[in-house]
């Protein structure tokens, strides 16, 4: 639920970043992509992270194909356990358990990606000017960040989506980066000012380049795992988050996905019917798919850090 | 790096095989009835949520007040909201000697809890405090009443009009005794922690998980009491309430047969009668809901069996276009109506109506003049999930003739603000329960409370207005006889099924659960002497009805 | 000591801030409390016209310009003076949240703290047998049990260990018919019924610590004062421990105060299925019932707090590392 759980402390890359090690601007993009991926997946709990994820994304896209009935059809029995006809049984209102379980991947699937990007790229932009700016304008992003990171996550969502009523997946997004930025911000200042003080970008400096090319072209380029990581980061806690303000019902509660599932489950009280099939397979799903993102990640802290590369041996 | 692979393998088919056992070694796993429940004549009843645990607090005034406050004190008259008849209490019966004057003769035989004797004093120290400190008057009995005084044994109250309801909300202020409050500062804020009453149950023991009442010794009707003690604890979940062997609990249970009745088929019982009506209520001073062809065209749209039976599982009935709750207010229905107010989906007349209000379906979209899609947002609570299945059937029905329709769904207080100040297009609503006709009709339809839009209002969200109508509640209002209110109602019930100013779609169900192992004759369909709830007066003839089981 | 200065000066900055936005969010809701209340009595049926003046009159809904509710406010703030409750009327703020907050401390507090040292610890035990099962299934397990949604965890084990099997309470922080005091039967009632909740807080919180520990813990263990160390001829567990380990915590102190918060925003789903009577189901009500004072009060405490234990980890980390001053 708090986007605070997984979290790779923010100076651990710090210290045994060694710049300069990107290909530049020259090489072709889709190779750069191509050998990033083969990097993720030369480790093997990234590789079984990328065949979840795979499995996961597969899944949304291809719903309308893979699932047996429409997720809203509500005219099978009501609360019917599990039978070849429905392998997971049917909800309180009659609906296929399976097919909802699909069409759900599409939301979570959705607001991972969409979120996660969203809070990344607010993250990049303000993670690294605060890194290189100094002065009362540092401060003042400093001051920001702070209010954002220490004013409890979970109940300022439910205050901001009590209040954009009606949003729906949209809200739930918005609210999600709202209060999802600052963590990936901080990590990406605290190496922005760490790499500030390198000799390639003194030389930089001195060739007179401006602020924004060296932040872009010069730092950036140089945290790509950081920022692919922060970016599975946010994702995994956007995923949970929406889970959970879905679950409490500050969502909208017509859409299906796994989240609401979690709700109707809850409020048909599904425990008591004896299914609980209808709780345990839709927070399994959650589950998995974040840990998808989190296993991902043990591959991408080897991108620009052979030393964090997994099995490795020292 | 091998040697991690296999690991990883080993713990992955760990995961899959753990998860393979859980999901085939049971489909369903039954919670059963492990509790033998109490038999020593306690009652164990689901009445009193904690949030999560008890705040001590039993002032009856109080709208956050613990819920058996009201098993203790006791009101003039307890009302049965099914079908409105009064049981007497504290009075033993009124007499109306014209429309604007309610003569209650107060029981002479009742003592407080205390010991004190109750008086007639006490009912006029209570009705004038709340006078006094308007925050405390939560039934409004000072919108009706002009003065009272006591007689002898009797407390006679002069009315502000003629108006014969009136007596129904005198009848449902608790009374409270005047040789304690008297010396309580701030009435509003006392939290009234050792209650003195007059009813069947006093305090007995309370912590912040549970409260118990014993049976007040000294009751006046002592007599009827068989229940020994009442406990209430503050965790009431659906699951405690099947599991733990409850005597009577207020829930809509999911699959109430599968669980409920299935945790103790012999003794769990359920009935649900209707408790109110669930309606679409459109703003009647928006175009093109203000037509009342658009209304008609709507209402014959809606296959209401099928939206009941979404909406609440298929435990309430479709409501007919008559106001009433049926069958307990039968004998009010207008004989006149077709079908007795039902209204049956009819596809070519809701497309006839809608083409008088303009529409006409192109395609599979239903289109105005211009060309555009019709589209509605109809407004309900978040949260209210039964509304919501409803609504997503109607938004289904609806959506087959060519109508787009959106749902808005602010959290309760948002919606009860919306509704307030008229800011929406059709909103989903109840109204009714009250057991009063009167009280149903005139907070539906009277034009007093037709506000500006944008001002807020408490009743008749769709702001309708009509002075005939107005005139029909007046003279229902001070009417004293019954067969001229039954006239009177039946020519509002046609103003209902002609004009639709609501919607009418289904009963909202009283979700009554009771089990008789402990203690029998509960209320029930064969048996409908008070409604099944928990809350307000009416537990009162609950508790004084109940036998011992053998 | 220009440190410590400036690190005052933005604490009191951040929470005047803090103060003020906790004025202005629940204002933003949207319906008022009376309306939050008459909504809770409607699903009980019909509440008559005149009840909502009552209502209102009862609660005595703010009036006056949003400006003067401001300095009011803030002057009843710096007095801790919370006013009085719109949900439990007439109950005071103050009251009701000193009943919840032990609760919260207690449960929320212990297993965060065994959650960090158990966790930082097996990451240590991971990072230093990388590549064995002792690395692999606690990360593995580490990141999937982290995985998992609060309340799902929560309900599963409610369902499982409280309903199918029995073994535990189902819902409360102590039994129906017993009284908080200072007394060993109650405790360790407390304590029983602590069991689940914290299990749930553990398990979903545990996952992070590893990972973190682990990861800073490899970095570490590839610095050259390490390498050092090693080429000395130091035991391996010495240098594990003594040189490794006692530098890759200090980050992991950073992530503890930060976790703070967020733990507390957890608590409030996990005490929500269990029914615990501490500051997040306290939190939870006042959201839903619009009830500005207890919102405005827990949000500070809790902003507060997270303030305050970043506030004392930014002070340790200034004495443990120096170069963070500059």
């Known amino acids: 639920m708090t986007p605070t759980r997984t979290i790779v402390p923010p100076t651990s890359v710090v210290k045994t970043m060694s710049p300069g090690t990107h290909d530049g601007g020259g090489a072709n993009p889709l190779l750069v992509v191509w050998r990033a991926f083969a990097t993720i997946w030369s480790v093997p709990k990234a590789r079984i992270g990328l065949a979840l994820l795979g499995f996961f994304v597969i899944l949304a896209v291809f719903a309308p194909l893979l699932a047996p009935y429409a997720a809203t059809d509500n005219t099978f029995g009501r609360s019917e356990d599990m039978s070849p006809a429905h392998w997971l049984g049917t909800t309180a209102a009659g609906q296929d358990v399976l097919s909802q379980i699909i069409y759900g991947a599409r939301v979570s699937v959705f607001v991972g990606f969409v979120a996660g990007l969203l809070s990344t790229i607010i993250a990049v932009l303000i993670g690294l000017s605060w890194g290189y700016l100094r002065g009362p304008a540092g401060e003042v992003i400093n001051f920001i960040v702070n209010l954002f990171l220490v004013i409890p996550a979970l109940p300022l969502m439910i205050v901001i989506a009590a209040y954009l009523q009606n949003g729906g997946i949209g809200m739930i997004v918005l609210v999600v980066v709202i209060t999802g930025w600052a963590w990936g911000a901080r990590v990406l200042r605290s190496q922005t000012q760490s790499l500030r003080s390198r000799d390639f970008v003194t030389a930089a400096i001195f060739s007179g380049e401006s602020p924004s090319r060296i932040v872009f072209r010069e730092i950036l380029p140089n945290m790509t795992s950081l920022i692919v990581g922060s970016f599975f980061g946010a994702s995994t806690a956007a995923i949970l988050a929406e889970a959970g303000l879905e679950f409490l019902g500050l969502g909208d509660s017509t859409t299906v996905s796994w989240g609401t599932m979690l709700f109707w489950a809850q409020n048909s009280n599904a425990l008591l019917t004896g299914q609980w099939v209808l709780l345990f397979a839709p927070g399994l799903c959650i589950s998995l798919l974040a840990t998808s993102m989190s296993l991902i990640n043990f591959g991408v802290d080897g991108l620009s850090n052979p030393r964090l590369r997994e099995g490795a041996k020292r | 790096m091998k040697q991690l692979r296999g690991h990883l393998i080993r713990t992955a088919f760990a995961v899959v095989g753990v998860t393979a056992l859980l999901a085939t070694s049971a489909c ?523 | 000591m220009r440190y410590t200065l400036s690190k005052i000066g933005l604490l009191l900055l951040t929470l005047w801030a803090a103060v003020t936005l906790n004025f202005l969010l629940p204002r933003l809701m949207p319906g008022s409390p009376a309306d939050a209340a008459i909504a809770k009595l409607a699903q009980n049926g019909p509440v008559s016209p005149s009840t909502r003046a009552a209502i209102e009159a009862q609660l005595g809904v703010p009036t006056g310009s949003a400006w003067n509710q401001y300095v009011e406010y803030l002057n009843n703030v710096v007095h801790f003076d919370f006013g009085v409750s719109y949900t439990f009327f007439p109950q005071s703020v103050a009251s009701l949240v000193g009943t919840a907050l032990p609760w919260t401390l207690v449960l929320v507090g212990f297993v965060t703290i065994v959650a960090f040292i158990f966790g930082t610890l097996l990451g240590v035990l991971a990072a230093w047998k990388r590549g064995s099962w002792l690395d692999t299934l606690p990360t593995v397990g580490g990141t999937f049990a982290s995985a998992f949604p609060y309340f799902w965890t929560a309900l599963l084990l409610l369902f499982f260990l409280g309903y199918v099997a029995g073994w535990f309470p189902t819902s409360g922080a102590y039994s129906s018919s017993a009284t908080p005091e200072l007394s060993v039967p109650f405790l360790l009632d407390a304590l029983y019924h602590s069991i689940l909740p914290a299990t749930t807080i553990l398990i979903t919180s545990l996952g992070g610590w590893i990972l973190g520990m682990r990861s800073t813990m490899i970095n570490t263990l590839g610095d050259d004062y390490v390498t050092f160390a090693e080429a000395n001829g130091l035991h391996p567990r010495t240098v594990a421990i003594r040189y490794a380990a006692r530098n890759a915590i200090l980050p992991n102190l950073t992530s503890f105060g930060l976790a703070l918060g967020g733990v507390v925003g957890g608590s409030l789903l996990v005490e929500r299925v269990f029914s615990y009577p501490g500051v997040g189901y306290l939190l939870y009500t006042a959201v839903v019932n619009q009830d500005f004072p207890l919102m405005q009060a827990l949000f500070l405490i809790i902003t507060i707090s997270v303030l305050l234990a970043n506030f004392i980890v930014d002070i340790l980390y200034g004495i443990l590392d120096p170069r963070t001053r500059r």
Do not use: C
Request: a negative charge; glycine letters at 8%.
């Open chain 2, 28 to 550: 369903s796993m039954d919670v059963k009835n492990q509790a033998s429940g109490p038999s020593d004549g306690s009652l164990l009843v689901a009445a009193d949520n904690g949030s999560p645990t008890f705040e001590k607090n039993f002032n009856p005034f109080s709208t956050s007040k613990r819920v058996a406050t009201t098993y203790m004190y006791e009101p003039l008259q307890v009302t049965n909201t099914l079908d409105g008849k009064a049981t007497p209490f504290l009075a033993t019966g009124n007499t109306l000697p014209d429309a604007k004057t309610v003569v209650y003769d107060i029981r002479t035989d009742v003592k407080w809890s205390d010991g004190t004797a109750f008086t007639p004093a006490d009912v006029a120290y209570t009705f004038n405090l709340v006078k006094e400190i308007p925050a405390l008057d939560t039934w409004g009995v000072w919108q009706h009443i002009e003065s009272l005084e006591v007689v002898g044994d009797t407390v006679v109250f002069r009315l502000l009009t003629e108006d014969v309801p009136a007596a129904a909300i005198i009848d449902q202020q608790l009374i409270v005794p005047e040789h304690i409050w008297k010396d309580v500062k701030d009435p509003v804020t006392f939290k009234n922690e050792e209650p003195v009453t007059t009813g069947p149950f006093v305090l007995d023991t309370f912590t912040a998980n549970q409260y118990t009442l014993t049976k007040n010794a000294d009751y006046w009707q002592a007599d009827k009491v068989e229940v020994e003690k009442l406990v209430l604890p503050a965790a009431n979940s659906q699951l405690d309430v099947v599991k733990n062997g409850y005597d009577w609990a207020y829930a809509f249970i999911t699959d109430v047969e599968g669980t409920w009745v299935n945790a103790d088929k012999q003794h769990n019982k359920y009935w649900f009668p209707p408790g109110g009506t669930i309606t679409l209520s459109p703003n009647l001073t928006k175009a093109p809901y203000n037509d009342v062809n658009f209304r008609q065209g709507l209402s014959l749209a809606l296959d209401r069996e099928k939206i009941a039976t979404d909406a609440e599982q298929g435990y309430v009935d479709a409501a007919g276009q008559n106001g009433l709750l049926l069958p307990n207010q039968e004998a009010w229905l207008n004989a006149d109506l077709p079908d007795g107010g039902a209204v049956a989906q009819d596809e070519a007349a809701a497309l006839a109506a809608f083409e008088k209000a303009g529409y006409t379906q192109q395609g599979d979209k239903m289109v105005d003049a211009a060309g555009t899609q019709l589209s509605i947002t109809i407004l309900t609570a978040n949260g209210y999930t039964d509304w919501l299945q409803g609504l997503q059937t109607v938004q289904s029905q609806l959506g087959e003739l060519g109508i787009d329709v959106k749902l808005s769904q602010p959290q309760p207080a948002a919606y009860t603000e919306a509704l307030s100040k008229g800011d929406f297009d059709i909103a989903m609503n109840s109204f009714g329960g009250t057991g009063s006709v009167f009280q149903d009709m005139n907070t539906l339809l009277n034009s007093e409370f037709a506000t500006p839009i944008g001002t807020g209002t408490t009743g008749n969200y769709g702001r309708f207005s009509d002075p005939k109508v107005d005139a029909l509640l007046a003279e229902l209002k001070s009417s004293t006889d019954e067969a001229d209110q039954m006239a009177i109602s039946a020519q509002l019930q046609t103003v209902l099924y002609e004009q639709l100013p609501v919607i009418s779609m289904f009963y909202g169900g009283l979700w009554g659960l009771s089990s008789d192992k402990n203690f029998t004759n509960w209320p029930s369909e064969d048996n409908a002497y008070a409604p099944p709830n928990t809350w307000n007066s009416t537990p009162l003839l609950i508790l004084t009805n109940l036998k011992k089981a053998n």
